[in-house]
């Protein structure tokens, strides 16, 4: 219980925002800052939805298409990787991916 307190601490009081993900659809764990960045909705939160809020991000993005192409590419592989993307309104965002390890095999995404 310790580490887990602390776990979720030190993810809470980082200032980018972080998603974790399952990599079955689900996401695990998020801070305040993913949610204010994306603006998602309590609904999609509280459901634990991938697929819902990657719907709400691509609705805010200008270029949905290769946001979407960047996610399955890195799905289907281990590689870490760096994008940039930008809002509708203007904001631009860097995104940093890397896979999810446990026992040697990929079991999500840390976003």
């Avoid at 009081?13 to 996401?27: F, K, P």
């Avoid at 509280?46 to 991000?57: K, R």
């Avoid at 631009?92 to 999810?100: D, G, K, Y």
Wanted: aromatic content about 10%; some cysteine.
């Amino acid at each position: 219980r310790a580490q887990y307190s602390l776990l979720i601490t030190a993810l809470v009081s980082i200032n980018d925002a972080i998603l974790v993900t399952d990599g079955r659809g689900r996401m695990d764990l998020w801070n305040n800052k993913f949610l204010t960045l994306w603006g998602m909705p309590p609904e999609v939160i509280e459901s634990g939805c991938e697929l819902s809020a990657i719907e709400v991000a691509v609705k805010r993005l200008k270029d949905p298409a290769t946001f979407l192409a960047h996610v399955n590419e890195l799905y289907s592989s281990s590689l870490c990787a760096v994008d940039v993307f930008e809002f509708q309104e203007g904001r631009v965002i860097e995104r940093h991916s890397q896979p999810r390890w446990l026992d040697g095999q990929v079991v999500g995404r840390v976003w």
